[in-house]
Structure formats: structure tokens, C-alpha cells
């Protein structure tokens, strides 16, 4: 079982720049994704598949179906093989040997070739991505490197179906690596990696309430806490301004619910109409992760619960646009404890 370390996708759409970054790339993130008009009636057409042999699962829309590999597939690399009843839609997964290839050698090599387009960094759900189009198949592939430094490239087709490129999308958009459990894995050292090439500055602060920490860019300014805020459970808050004038913010708090356990936080959660509400795998740990897309004031949030019945918990604001969303996603996978 191998988690996937970077993935290398290819995108349909230009989407903003990075908030973190000076060079552009693209930020696809599932949450965002289901935000978009129309997506959760999309969403609801199909169902998620489990990636066993990377340990990863994608959204695929019920009308694609698992073909049966013969022994030439398997020979040449394909683990996955969907299709439409009529032939015309296709997604492929192939898997070999990556023989050393990085993102940035990757890159390379693709710019060589005539008959590639599009090259693109992307972050999908936290891992850093390149994306592009063959032009000449109609095909646009995806192609991701394992820690056994093993390739797994996805093709979609036809790309110049504009009726496939919102599913295109929606499949990209929910690529996540797993855990054991099935449960999304989100993890520090894959988020490191997007913020390393982009040469952003932070540093982790310690809540010793907790013995938890996050990461905090440098971009952010911490600002004092009064009485209510206290009182309100508010152990940390950090706000800045971005070079578009939006107001960021990261809080951190640390109250009592009575909630001992992240999956009674989620029910919790889902009780009170947060519909985004899930049980993820946060660097080990099992947390809640939510969003609100409330136009006055959008965010989305990690939380960890303690036996004490306090919950630990982490909000970025805004998410309202991909690359909002994306860097938030990167803060918080920071958040990480000792305990």
C-alpha cells in the first residue's frame, strides 16, 4: 500500500494564482469544487473509488464503468480502466516506474515535447501538481510519483467535450490520499513540499494548552487578545491583508464542548448543519475538517478532540476563491500534537 507523496495533474481551467506564491499555480480542492454551482447535483451522480494500490480515492459518475484488465493491460502499467457505455468517455489509470523523475524533471521533459500543452503547476488537496494536454489524442493526462518512486499517470478523454469538462474537474478536484481506514490523509510533509518550491516563510507556534502546533506564515500578524475573546476560548489569532485588499485571518481556540472523540465532533457538527463535516486523517491523528461558505465571513477548520472534552480547533479565513482555499488547506495540515 503506497501513500502518495506528489501529484502531478494536468487542469481544464485557468483558476487564480497562489496567495502564497509569486509564480502562478493552480489550487483544486474538493470542498471548492462541490462549492461551485450545480457541483453538488454533479457530485450526487456518482460515488467515490477506492485507488488500493496507491492508497488514494477519486469521484467517478456512475455511468463510467470498471472494464476488465486483460493481460496486455496489465503488462503495459493499467491498474483502472472506466468507460462509458457508448466508448466515447474514458478515464485510464497506468502505473511503472517513475526511474527517478521529479516534478521539476518532469516539467522538463514535457516541455520538449511538440505535441504537449498546458503545462501547469497545480496543488490538488494539499499536493503539489503539474498538469497538461496532448492536443493531438484529445487526451488529457495526470500522472502522479510515489515515496517507491513508482509513476501513476491518469487520462481523461475526450478533453474537448465541453459536457466532460466539468467531470473532468470534479474528478480531479477529488483526488485524496487515504488512510487504512479509508479516511482522507492529510499530511504535513506533502504540504511542505508546495511551500518549499514556492519559498514561502513561517514558522510553527506551540499552544502548550494542548501541546499543539500550527503553522503560521510569515504574512500573518498576531494580534492581542482581550477578555471576550478569552472567554470565548480563543487562544490565538492572526490576521493579514492580501495584495488584492482581502482581509485573512487564522484563529485557534481551545473550548469545552463536553466531546471527547473527532468523530462524535463530527456528528456534532453535522447536527448543526455544517454539511462539509468529515473524519479525516490529520498527521496521524483523527480530527473533524469542516467549511462555511457564508459570504459575511467563509472559512474552513480542522479540529481535534481530548479527553478532557475540550476541542482543539483551527479556522483560516477566507476560502472563497481556489487559491484561498489552497493555502488555508496547507495551514491546516500543519496542525499537529504531541500527545
Request: glycine content about 6%; aromatic content about 12%; charged content about 25%.
Amino acid at each position: 500500500m503506497k501513500r502518495i507523496l506528489t501529484v502531478l495533474l494536468l487542469c481544464l481551467m485557468i483558476l487564480p494564482a497562489a496567495v502564497f506564491a509569486q509564480d502562478e499555480t493552480v489550487y483544486l480542492n474538493w470542498e471548492s469544487t462541490l462549492a461551485m454551482d450545480g457541483a453538488e447535483e454533479l457530485a450526487a451522480t456518482g460515488n467515490f473509488f477506492m485507488l488500493d494500490k496507491v492508497q488514494a480515492k477519486m469521484w467517478l459518475p456512475s455511468y463510467l464503468k470498471a472494464e476488465e484488465l486483460t493481460e496486455e493491460d496489465i503488462a503495459n502499467g493499467f491498474i483502472h480502466y472506466f468507460v462509458s457505455e457508448d466508448g466515447s468517455k474514458i478515464v485510464s489509470v497506468v502505473m511503472g516506474n517513475a526511474n527517478g523523475a521529479t516534478l521539476d524533471s518532469w516539467k522538463e521533459e514535457l516541455s520538449a515535447m511538440d505535441d504537449v500543452s498546458g503545462i501547469t503547476d497545480v496543488v490538488i488537496n494539499g499536493i503539489p501538481a503539474v498538469g497538461y494536454d496532448l492536443d493531438d489524442k484529445d487526451l488529457s493526462c495526470a500522472t502522479f510519483i510515489t515515496e517507491d518512486g513508482d509513476f501513476v499517470e491518469f487520462s481523461f478523454k475526450p478533453m474537448s467535450d465541453k459536457e466532460f469538462a466539468p467531470v473532468t474537474l470534479m474528478i480531479l478536484s477529488s483526488i485524496q490520499s487515504i488512510d487504512e481506514e479509508g479516511l482522507t490523509f492529510i499530511d504535513w510533509e506533502e504540504s511542505k513540499k508546495a511551500i518549499e518550491e514556492a519559498d514561502v516563510k513561517g514558522e510553527f507556534v506551540t499552544f502548550d494548552q494542548i501541546n499543539a502546533k500550527v503553522w503560521i506564515p510569515d504574512i500573518y500578524e498576531p494580534l492581542e487578545l482581550d477578555e471576550e475573546d478569552l472567554a470565548n476560548g480563543m487562544i490565538g489569532y492572526y490576521e493579514t491583508e492580501f495584495e488584492d485588499g482581502t482581509y485573512g485571518a487564522i484563529l485557534v481556540s481551545y473550548d469545552d464542548y463536553g466531546i471527547t472523540s473527532a468523530e462524535e465532533y463530527v456528528s456534532f457538527l453535522l447536527e448543526k448543519g455544517y454539511e462539509t463535516a468529515e473524519l479525516v486523517n490529520l498527521n496521524g491523528w483523527k480530527a473533524a475538517m469542516y467549511s462555511s461558505f457564508d459570504e459575511e465571513f467563509d472559512y474552513a477548520c480542522v479540529a481535534l478532540a481530548t479527553e478532557s472534552g475540550k476541542i482543539f480547533e483551527v479556522a483560516v479565513h477566507p476560502i472563497s476563491t481556489d487559491a484561498y482555499l489552497g493555502a488555508a488547506y496547507i495551514i491546516l495540515s500543519s496542525v499537529q500534537t504531541e500527545d
